[in-house]
């Protein structure tokens, strides 16, 4: 069965009352997002991550999802802004996924742990080299006096690594991995009567799943 075929059986099923399939939604996860990376414009692995402050004030941006090891949703960020710091102080989080061209949406709920540093380490020297650098130049989400400056910082730190030199992980920089407790499919209905099935598990045991009302 290809890919394509497959994603539709499992999200007949999905939706199907009288589906006594047992259904994986991670499998069924990476299923959406292979189809939406065919019919989305760009970004299909964008997604909204929530965490929230030390004074309890939620709060939410757009990480791209750079992994789906194992059980978990990973993502990559600066750890000294508000994101790493909010998640090392608070390992928890929610991410939101929206295919507009899908007309589908796929929220995600759980603890949070750093990455291995081998894992990292790996993901950021498969990054092109700009990027690697501008890792080093940008103090993500600090206050920036122009973007001349910023593009000084680049320069020079583009000449003080050269063109041989290997270029290492900054420390401040790494991955984090949600490990799903929840997971809700969600797809449009006509007269927004949509379909959505939430999968539940407690401690990494099987997976629940129920119907909710759209
Ligand atoms: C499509 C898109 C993808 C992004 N991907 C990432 C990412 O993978 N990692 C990251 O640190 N910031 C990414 N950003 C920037 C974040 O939205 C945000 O500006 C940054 O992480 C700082 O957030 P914070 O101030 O809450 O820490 C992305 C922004 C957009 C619009």
Request: glycine fraction near 8%.
């Given at each position: 069965m290809s890919a394509t075929d497959n994603e539709a059986a499992r999200t007949e099923q999905l939706f199907d009352d009288a589906n006594t399939h047992a259904i994986d939604p991670l499998e069924l996860f990476d299923l959406w997002l292979e189809k939406a990376h065919a019919s989305e414009p760009g970004?299909?692995?964008?997604?909204?991550?929530?965490?929230?402050?030390?004074?309890?004030?939620?709060?939410?941006?757009?990480?791209?999802?750079?992994?789906?090891?194992?059980?978990g949703f990973v993502f990559y960020t600066n750890f000294q802004s508000p994101l790493g710091v909010q998640l090392l102080a608070n390992p928890r989080a929610a991410l939101c996924f929206y295919?507009?061209?899908?007309?589908?949406?796929?929220?995600?709920?759980?603890?949070?742990?750093?990455?291995?540093?081998?894992?990292?380490?790996?993901?950021?020297?498969?990054?092109?080299?700009?990027?690697?650098?501008?890792?080093?130049?940008?103090?993500?989400?600090?206050?920036?006096?122009?973007?001349?400056?910023?593009?000084?910082?680049?320069?020079?730190?583009?000449?003080?690594?050269?063109?041989?030199?290997?270029?290492p992980r900054p420390e401040h920089w790494s991955g984090f991995c949600l490990s799903p407790q929840q997971i809700e499919f969600w797809q449009a209905g006509e007269f927004r009567l949509h379909d959505r099935v939430r999968f539940s598990t407690a401690d990494q045991g099987a997976w629940r799943q129920q119907r909710l009302y759209p």
């Open positions: 970004d299909a692995n964008a997604m909204s991550v929530a965490t929230i402050d030390e004074n309890g004030l939620p709060d939410c941006r757009t990480i791209l999802l750079k992994g789906r090891t194992g059980d295919w507009k061209s899908l007309r589908r949406q796929v929220r995600v709920r759980g603890p949070v742990t750093v990455v291995d540093s081998a894992l990292a380490d790996a993901y950021f020297q498969s990054r092109p080299k700009g990027s690697r650098i501008g890792a080093h130049a940008s103090d993500q989400s600090r206050p920036l006096s122009s973007r001349a400056h910023l593009a000084q910082k680049v320069d020079r730190l583009g000449k003080e690594f050269g063109d041989d030199s290997p270029i």
